[in-house]
């Protein structure tokens, strides 16, 4: 079993920047390592960036590309996730996610680790 703790979510005004971590209590070594989601009032879960384990690539949501960076610290078993320009539609919690098995890491389904999430507002 996998424990995952994010933190750094919080409120900011648009165009600001934010970074969110994730501690996780071990690695899983399969296709998806781990990845960051989010979920707003009233809609489905979307994949935001993933991390992959073979290639060590990532992989992130159109809405984010250019904006957002996820990158890791392997010694601190920690998934950062950068976030820079932000607009109010980033508005969302978000959750960091581990073990995703399968080949599309933006899809929430695959993974079976997910944390309880750290709340973005931008205004």
């Known amino acids: 079993h996998v424990q995952l703790v994010e933190s750094g979510g919080g409120s900011v005004q648009a165009g600001g920047s934010l970074r969110l971590s994730c501690v996780a209590s071990a690695y899983t070594h399969v296709n998806c390592r781990m990845a960051w989601f989010r979920q707003a009032p009233g809609k489905e879960r979307e994949g935001v960036a993933a991390?992959?384990?073979?290639?060590?690539?990532?992989r992130y949501a159109d809405s984010v590309k250019g904006r957002f960076a996820i990158f890791q610290d392997s010694a601190k078993r920690t998934l950062y996730l950068q976030m820079d320009s932000l607009k109010p539609e980033d508005t969302a919690m978000y959750y960091c996610a581990a073990g995703g098995l399968g080949d599309n890491c933006l899809d929430p389904v695959v993974f079976g680790y997910r944390g309880r999430g750290t709340q973005v507002t931008v205004s």
């Open positions: 991390f992959y384990t073979g290639r060590g690539s990532t």
